[in-house]
T-cell receptor
Framework: KAGVTQTPRYLIKTRGQQVTLSCSPI?????VSWYQQTPGQGLQFLFE???????NKGNFPGRFSGRQFSNSRSEMNVSTLELGDSALYLC???????????FGPGTRLTVL | AQSVTQLDSQVPVFEEAPVELRCNYS??????LFWYVQYPNQGLQLLLK??????LVESINGFEAEFNKSQTSFHLRKPSVHISDTAEYFC???????????FGRGTSLIVHP
C-alpha cells in the first residue's frame, strides 16, 4: 500500500500571500488530520476531517482552513501568510480516527 | 483535558549504551498511549502503542515501553542503542472519546559513536 503523500514538499512564500497544501491519505483511510510542527511549539493539531466533514478543530485562527474531497484527499489553505506560519505541516491519515495515525513526510513552508 | 510531558528535550548517549526517554501524561479517563519516531526530513512513524492488556509493549527494533497507571508514565527504553536510532521521539496520549492524540514536545535522542 502506498503511504501518505503530501505535495509540495517545500514551499517558499512571502508575507500576505496564501498557500494551499495537499494530502493524499492511504487508500481506504477516511480520517485526515493536519498538524503544524515548529521547534518552539512542537506538534500542534490544526483540524481533522472525516467523510468530507470537519470533525475536530484545534486552536488556530480562521486564516487556516481545510477541506476533504469524496476520495478522502485533503487540502489545507493558509491565507494572509505571516512569518510565524513558517513550519513543517504534517498530514496524517487513519481508518476512521481514534486509531493509529500514519503520517506523510510533511510540507516545509517558509514565509519570507 | 489531556497533556503530555516529555521531561528531556535532548538525550545524548553513546552507541551500545542503554537509554530511557521519559513520558508522563495527565488524563482523567482511560487512555491509549503511543510513541512515534521522526527521522530527519521525514514524518512521524509509529514505534509502539499501548491500548489495553499487557502493560509492557515492544517494537520490532528493540524498543519497549511500560504503561504505569499509578505514576501516569509511559517511558521508552532500549537496552543497547545504535547510531541509526538518532531521531526525535514523540510520546502521545489519546482518550476520553477524542479522535485526536495530544503530543509531547519531543525528545531528541543523539547517539554518539
Amino acid at each position: 500500500k502506498a503511504g501518505v503523500t503530501q505535495t509540495p514538499r517545500y514551499l517558499i512564500k512571502t508575507r500576505g500571500q496564501q498557500v494551499t497544501l495537499s494530502c493524499s491519505p492511504i487508500s481506504g483511510h477516511r480520517s485526515v488530520s493536519w498538524y503544524q510542527q515548529t521547534p518552539g511549539q512542537g506538534l500542534q493539531f490544526l483540524f481533522e476531517y472525516f467523510s468530507e466533514t470537519q470533525r475536530n478543530k484545534g486552536n488556530f485562527p480562521g486564516r487556516f482552513s481545510g477541506r476533504q474531497f469524496s476520495n478522502s484527499r485533503s487540502e489545507m489553505n493558509v491565507s494572509t501568510l505571516e512569518l510565524g506560519d513558517s513550519a513543517l505541516y504534517l498530514c496524517a491519515s487513519s481508518l476512521a480516527g481514534g486509531d493509529e495515525q500514519f503520517f506523510g513526510p510533511g510540507t516545509r513552508l517558509t514565509v519570507l | 483535558a489531556q497533556s503530555v510531558t516529555q521531561l528531556d528535550s535532548q538525550v545524548p548517549v553513546f552507541e551500545e549504551a542503554p537509554v530511557e526517554l521519559r513520558c508522563n501524561y495527565s488524563s482523567s479517563v482511560s487512555v491509549y498511549l503511543f510513541w512515534y519516531v521522526q527521522y530527519p526530513n521525514q514524518g512521524l512513524q509509529l514505534l509502539l502503542k499501548y491500548l489495553s492488556g499487557s502493560t509492557l509493549v515492544e517494537s520490532i527494533n528493540g524498543f519497549e515501553a511500560e504503561f504505569n497507571k499509578s505514576q501516569t508514565s509511559f517511558h521508552l527504553r532500549k537496552p543497547s542503542v545504535h547510531i541509526s536510532d538518532t531521531a526525535e521521539y514523540f510520546c502521545a496520549v489519546q482518550g476520553g472519546g477524542s479522535y485526536i492524540p495530544t503530543f509531547g514536545r519531543g525528545t531528541s535522542l543523539i547517539v554518539h559513536p
